[in-house]
Each structure stands twice: as structure tokens, then as C-alpha cells.
């Protein structure tokens, strides 16, 4: 089993859509949780940690669920600049990272 | 302010070349480093991590290996490229202290073998 799994999509939405991508982890022990984002052919920049109580940037609400091994994000409202690969990343007890395969969302006109 | 520079941009190598990539951060002192390598259409993974000057850590055996000669330097190198090397090489440092910060990527190297 993969430590972090997600659905690689592709995910087609239109502007202005609602749209949930999930993420789920195999290590109990995982400390932190954050949703990445990679443009094509770009470095994975830092979109969003995640946290049990939920939390909300603009457009884009995380949630993590510890009992379930569980992550999502929600983008609200899609942009065209939204499409990106969103990597789902959790991270081990020595600040070492592991990163999902990742979802690739393209939002269309 | 706190920078990671990685270079080259990108790298065309034959089959049984060698290879250095460097990265080097600024603005901070003592950061724990990373090598990621990412291939086409697949997730990153972990090739070595760095506590500290001198300190390698190697998550998947390979003709790979790493070096942290200073502080805020960590490079990548193999003594003879595979095919299979191919992919995007990213180096990745922390941005803060303990385990609640993410990464922070340098722009990466793409590297193809020929």
C-alpha cells in the first residue's frame, strides 16, 4: 500500500465549479498535513497546511480527519489559473515528507 | 531573506557520464536538506536527507549519491548515469522549526539521459 494515496484524475471543470480532491495516508503516526500545488514542469510550492479543526485560504478549505487517515481540499468558485497538479503531503516524525502522486485539475472556459 | 537556488535549469547527459547537481540555500543556518527526484508522471520521491554537514541520509539505494561539504550546500551526484536517471531532480529545504512547516523547493533540474 502506498503511504499517501490519491486520485490522479484528470479532474475537468468548468470556471466557477466546485471541486473536492481527496488524500489518504497509511502511517498513523503522521505529525503534519499539507496540500502542494505543481504547475506543469514547475517546482510543487507550498498551498496549505492542514489541520483536525479544518481551515480556510480565500476559495480553498482543507480538512483532515485523523481517525479516517483522511485528507481533502475544496476549491470554491474554480479559476483558470487553479489548474495545477495538487499534491497531498504528510509528514513523518523526523521532518521527513512524503508526497502523494497527485491530482491534476483543469478548469476550463 | 530566506532563498534556494539549484542549478542547472536543465541537464542533457549521455548514458555513463557523470553528474553534479548543486543547491544551495541562503538565509538561514543549519537547514535540514533534501533531494527529491520526480519522473514523468509519477509522484517525488525521497533520495537523501541531511541533518547536518557530513550527514547523508539515502531513502532508495541506486548509483546515486549525495554530499554536504558546507552548511547550506548539498549536492547530487552519480559517477555513471543510467537511463533510468532521467526525471526532475528538486532539492527542498524546511522553513522553519520542527515538523509543522513545509517544504520549501528550489526551481529544480531536469535532467535527461541519452
Known amino acids: 500500500r502506498k503511504e499517501v494515496e490519491q486520485d490522479p484524475g484528470p479532474f475537468n471543470v468548468p470556471e466557477g465549479a466546485t471541486v473536492a480532491f481527496n488524500c489518504t495516508y497509511s502511517?498513523?503516526?503522521?505529525?503534519?498535513f499539507f496540500w502542494y500545488r505543481q504547475d506543469c514542469r514547475k517546482e510543487p510550492k507550498l498551498l496549505m497546511s492542514?489541520?483536525?479543526s479544518g481551515n480556510e485560504d480565500g476559495r480553498f478549505t482543507a480538512q483532515l480527519n485523523r481517525a479516517s487517515q483522511y485528507i481533502s481540499l475544496l476549491i470554491r468558485d474554480s479559476k483558470l489559473s487553479d489548474s495545477a497538479t495538487y499534491l497531498c503531503?504528510?509528514?513523518?516524525?523526523?521532518?521527513?515528507?512524503?508526497f502523494g502522486a497527485g491530482t491534476r485539475l483543469t478548469v476550463k472556459p | 531573506s530566506q532563498t534556494i537556488h539549484q542549478w542547472p535549469a536543465t541537464l542533457v547527459q549521455p548514458v555513463g557520464s557523470p553528474l553534479s547537481l548543486e543547491c544551495t540555500v541562503e538565509?538561514?543556518?543549519?537547514?535540514?536538506l533534501y533531494w527529491y527526484r520526480q519522473a514523468a508522471g509519477r509522484g517525488l520521491q525521497l533520495l537523501f536527507y541531511?541533518?547536518?554537514?557530513?550527514?547523508i541520509s539515502s531513502e532508495v539505494p541506486q548509483n546515486l549519491s549525495a554530499s554536504r561539504p558546507q552548511d547550506r550546500q548539498f549536492i547530487l551526484s552519480s559517477k555513471k548515469l543510467l537511463l533510468s536517471d532521467s526525471g526532475f531532480y528538486l532539492c527542498?529545504?524546511?522553513?522553519?522549526?520542527?515538523?509543522?512547516?513545509?517544504?520549501?523547493f528550489g526551481s529544480g533540474t531536469r535532467l535527461t539521459v541519452v
Open positions: 503531503v504528510v509528514t513523518l516524525y523526523n521532518n521527513d515528507m512524503r
Open positions: 538565509g538561514t543556518s543549519n537547514p535540514n
Open positions: 527542498a529545504w524546511v522553513t522553519g522549526p520542527g515538523i509543522s512547516y513545509g517544504y520549501t
Open positions: 502511517n498513523s503516526a503522521s505529525q503534519s
Open positions: 492542514v489541520y483536525s
Open positions: 541531511s541533518v547536518g554537514i557530513g550527514q
